[in-house]
């Protein structure tokens, strides 16, 4: 009993944690953003001013750079529930930060029974696994698949990233190198998915993990 209640606190305190950390990734990326917008109109002087001297080769110099920096802000994926947008597209600005592909289609359906906090912490936590795994392998070899809809009544979430070696599973769950935390994380998600009476699966192959959810609509 106390070693269970100990274990419900260690768990708590992570998801504290976890979402004071996707606050501060979120704003950081909207920070970005609005320094865009700001700078926007300074762009285009520059742009005319180079454009008025017959510098195009300076104007498409600075064209390719501007569309770098507003690829990495861009908000490129709406669920439909403005958090998990940010999560989500917060996330996958991480990814590309780390030169890491990301192949995304998400959309949430009508009748998803679970909360914003929950669906965060459930995306979180498994694009944040995602993106380790990635760090550790050459930049070609990097990739994250992202898939959020409707399959028949459930709504389906997939994840699958590049990974290394083939992970030992103790349980339900994966050994981790990451130490203790990183556990509580998949530990974490399942739990989540238990409290909707969903499925959640994952498996480990060499080159590759993938975690599936199934929780059924309302």
Request: aromatic letters at 8%.
């Amino acid at each position: 009993m106390l070693f269970q209640k100990w274990i419900d606190k260690r768990i708590e305190a992570y998801q504290s944690d976890l979402l004071r950390k996707y606050c501060d990734e979120v704003e950081s990326m909207y920070t970005k953003m609005r320094g865009w917008r700001h700078d926007y109109h300074n762009h285009i002087q520059a742009l005319q001013a180079s454009m008025a001297l017959g510098k195009y080769d300076e104007v498409n110099e600075y064209l390719h750079q501007l569309n770098d920096d507003l690829t990495s802000v861009d908000t490129t994926i709406k669920t439909g529930r403005v958090m998990v947008d940010a999560i989500l597209n917060g996330k996958m600005n991480i990814a590309v930060q780390n030169k890491i592909a990301v192949n995304a289609k998400a959309k949430i359906p009508q009748g998803v029974p679970v909360s914003d906090v929950d669906l965060c912490v459930i995306i979180g936590n498994l694009l944040d696994n995602a993106v380790e795994e990635n760090k550790k392998l050459p930049e070609e070899d990097r990739f994250i698949r992202i898939y959020l809809g409707q399959k028949n009544t459930q709504f389906y979430l997939s994840f699958t990233n590049a990974a290394g070696r083939k992970q030992k599973k103790q349980g339900v769950l994966f050994q981790s190198s990451k130490g203790s935390d990183h556990g509580f994380g998949l530990a974490r998600v399942e739990s989540i998915v238990k409290k909707y009476e969903g499925l959640f699966s994952a498996d480990s192959e060499d080159g590759g993990f993938t975690a599936e959810i199934l929780i059924p609509l309302k």
